[in-house]
């Protein structure tokens, strides 16, 4: 994906928003699978719900999980506690790359560092 917007009105699986250069994905629900986002490069990802592991070998982008996100990849470091649209959320940086390219914010997190 490059642009424009995918919008899923209920749950997705493994590797959603996989290897997106550009737009917006929103899922609604739960991107139940594991590591939604991977290898991002641009674009955001919204999930409402919850995941597991995401946006690895991240190299830019934004996701944005407004429910928990279970395990945290140890290429990510805790920014510390900010906010977006008015939801309290932990700022993750990091990636495959460095200098830290990837950008993830999450409302609750089940490790972090």
């Known amino acids: 994906m490059q ?3 995918i919008e899923i009105m209920g749950d997705a699986g493994d590797f959603a928003g996989e290897t997106m250069a550009g737009g917006e994905i929103i899922i609604h629900g739960n991107a139940g699978g594991d590591m939604p986002g991977v290898d991002i490069r641009d674009g955001r990802l919204t999930i409402m719900g919850d995941c597991s592991r995401p946006c690895g ?9 407004f429910g928990t996100a279970h395990d ?33 914010y999450v409302a609750n997190c089940k490790y972090m560092d």
């Open 57 to 65: 070998n991240m190299s830019g982008g934004e996701c944005r999980v």
């Open 72 to 104: 945290m990849l140890p290429t990510f470091r805790n920014d510390g506690p900010t906010t977006i649209d008015s939801v309290p959320v932990t700022r993750f940086s990091g990636g495959l790359h460095l200098p830290r390219l990837g950008t993830i």
């Open 3 to 5: 642009g424009g917007l």
